[in-house]
């Protein structure tokens, strides 16, 4: 003869069965929010300071005609000039599109070497002031981006 299990004890299987079921959809749930958030913050940029120094040539470019629109905190872009005949390593800082002068020729070398082997180097005005020296008017910030 065989036995018919009863019912209780079918039911407590069941409820046996679906804990585990429903803790491994919540260890799921919790496992992608936290891949997601995961893979949020290494999407984040990292930027380490490597250079803070005065904009070199402001008083020559564009500079003067653009001071009242440029902010602190703006991003700069820096372009490589290899062939520029006064500096090897020049490197050139613009603003929208706009040349504002150069790195100074005593600082710029690092720089230069990280552009020509194609690492990632950002830039942005760190300060602007109201000054007779043009030396003195902008001084930008200069990091490697990981």
């Given at each position: 003869m065989s036995q018919t299990p009863s019912p209780?004890?079918?039911?407590?299987t069941?409820?046996?069965?679906s804990f585990p079921a429903f803790l491994c959809a919540s260890v799921s749930l919790?496992?992608?929010?936290f891949l997601a958030v995961s893979t949020a913050a290494?999407?984040?940029e990292v930027r380490i300071l490597v250079q803070s120094s005065p904009l070199a040539g402001f008083q020559y470019h564009a500079g003067e005609t653009l001071w009242q629109e440029m902010r602190e905190g703006d991003r700069l872009a820096l372009v490589r000039e290899a062939d520029n005949p006064h500096d090897g390593n020049a490197v050139r800082v613009e603003w929208r599109g706009q040349k504002l002068?150069?790195?100074?020729?005593?600082?710029?070398?690092a720089v230069a070497a990280a552009l020509d082997r194609g690492e990632p180097v950002d830039a942005r005005i760190a300060k602007l002031r109201e000054h007779r020296n043009p030396?003195?008017?902008v001084l930008i910030e200069v990091?490697?981006?990981?």
């Open positions: 209780q004890r079918h039911r407590g069941e409820s046996a069965k919790w496992l992608v929010i290494l999407a984040a002068g150069y790195l100074p020729r005593a600082e710029n070398r030396w003195q008017r990091f490697v981006v990981l």
